[in-house]
């Protein structure tokens, strides 16, 4: 399976990263290993996030208070958002339609 971020994705990855690293050097870069080691878990076992929806799950990042939202599609696992478990819940719902 190969896992892919949606370009807003993408985009919340980085600002997320360079967001932390300007409250401390060096958290930026250990958020995103952290992200990519949720991918590579996901790559491994894609059902094992929380079901939100049918096919819409979540995976919590390990030592950060986000969260990626993902649905498997094919051989592909889009991630269509990193998103703080705090901030604005739900913004997401509007990228990957009803949840079902």
């Known amino acids: 399976m190969i ?3 949606d370009s807003a994705a993408d985009t919340e990855l980085s600002t997320a ?3 932390l690293d300007i409250q401390q ?3 930026g870069d ?6 990519v080691l ?6 491994a076992f894609p059902n094992s996030g929380q079901k939100l929806g049918r096919d819409v799950r979540r995976i919590i990042i390990k030592h950060f208070p986000y969260q990626l939202i993902y649905r498997v599609e094919g051989d592909e696992i889009v991630i269509y ?5 705090k901030q604005r819940p739900g913004y997401w719902r509007k990228r ?4 079902r």
Do not use: D, T
């Open 30 to 35: 250990r958020f995103i290993a952290a992200v």
């Open 81 to 85: 958002a990193v998103a703080h478990q």
């Open 96 to 99: 990957v339609g009803p949840l």
């Open 38 to 43: 949720a991918g590579a878990q996901l790559q």
């Open 3 to 5: 896992v892919r971020l």
């Open 17 to 19: 990263a360079a967001y």
């Open 25 to 27: 050097v060096g958290v």
